[in-house]
């Protein structure tokens, strides 16, 4: 079984996956959050970023969002030239304004129009195409159509979010939808969602054998040893967890401009980070409502001094 990090817009940067990999062992691919091409393909911006990011030997798969084939390709060109040996195209972002565009998840609203960006991009495209999915956009039986049509192509992989659009990440994932696609998938077939704990993690490996790969997302930041206590058995303990955090903050502390962005990045991955802790809400409502570095390394220090760290627990979505 091979083990994807999943690609979170806003989190995993290249400064985090790097720092990850100083703490945690590799995992075997790692797909970077969407890049938006334009009919130039990508900006100096991102293809600097990548560039360095692909210099420093992680297994890098980038994403694209677009329904453009031209800037598709354009891309890929790109892509092809920095090295890389792999592009994603994203078919599952539910955000409003990327779905109203007819993008990411807004894709599988019109199958003729996927149909032909599809043509377009697997006729002309350098690299070998991998997608990533949701099973359709308001009702799950549309993954019966999606699938036959996914199958009309020589997709190199096939990672699967088995929830609908308009679930967003609410409910359970549809998991019949993706046992369906272990049955009919041409393409080798990656499991993405809800796999939290370390428990949840060994049980999916051993119920689908047949998955090329698994995909941890919040359950990995959440708890950033998951991966190896799956693997290796290593489980996270309060030292590692307060390096990791105390690099983290430092080095987004010299990357980014003053105060405010350093204490909204740190407070989103407490949003995750915290789960590890039982009993901890007095804690975390101090780290959302604190208002500067003051307030944020008090009420971390809180955390690691008062709060025990269970290595069995996960991420758990708010109610
Ligand atoms: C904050 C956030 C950002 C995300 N950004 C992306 C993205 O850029 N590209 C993508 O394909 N999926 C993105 N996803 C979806 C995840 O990659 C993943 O498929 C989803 O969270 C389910 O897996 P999990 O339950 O293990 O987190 C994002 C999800 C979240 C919560």
């Avoid at 911006?45 to 210099?55: E, I, P, V």
Wanted: with cysteine.
């Amino acid at each position: 079984m091979l083990y994807y990090f999943a690609p979170l817009e806003g989190i995993t940067s290249r400064l985090y996956h790097e720092i990850h990999r100083d703490f945690f062992p590799m995992l075997d691919r790692y797909v970077t959050p969407f890049f938006v091409p334009s009919i130039k393909g990508l900006s100096t911006k991102d293809r600097s970023q990548l560039s360095h990011a692909l210099l420093s030997g992680l297994p890098l798969i980038p994403q694209l969002l677009t329904n453009r084939s031209e800037d598709f390709i354009q891309s890929a060109n790109q892509l092809q030239d920095l090295g890389c040996s792999e592009v994603n195209l994203n078919l599952g972002c539910p955000s409003g304004t990327v779905f109203s565009k007819g993008r990411g998840a807004g894709a599988l609203r019109d199958l003729d129009a996927l149909r032909a960006f599809l043509d377009a991009i697997f006729a002309d495209c350098p690299l070998p195409i991998s997608i990533k999915t949701r099973i359709g956009v308001s009702d799950p039986k549309e993954w019966e159509a999606l699938l036959p049509l996914y199958n009309e192509y020589p997709i190199h992989e096939l990672t699967i979010h088995p929830r609908i659009r308009n679930e967003h990440y609410r409910g359970s994932p549809h998991t019949d939808a993706f046992a369906m696609a272990l049955q009919e998938s041409r393409a080798p077939v990656v499991y993405s969602g809800d796999l939290f704990t370390p428990d949840q993690v060994a049980t999916f490996a051993e119920h689908y054998p047949q998955a090329k790969g698994i995909m941890l997302g919040r359950g990995l930041i959440a708890n950033p040893a998951l991966h190896a206590t799956v693997t290796q058995g290593e489980l996270l303990t309060t030292s590692t967890l307060l390096a990791f955090h105390d690099r983290l903050f430092l080095r987004y502390r010299e990357l980014l401009f003053g105060e405010r962005p350093v204490l909204h990045k740190m407070k989103e991955l407490w949003h995750y980070m915290i789960c590890m802790f039982p009993e901890h809400e007095p804690q975390a409502k101090r780290i959302r409502k604190a208002q500067n570095l003051s307030d944020y390394h008090g009420a971390v220090s809180s955390i690691f001094r008062d709060l025990i760290l269970d290595p069995y627990r996960g991420y758990q979505p708010p109610a």
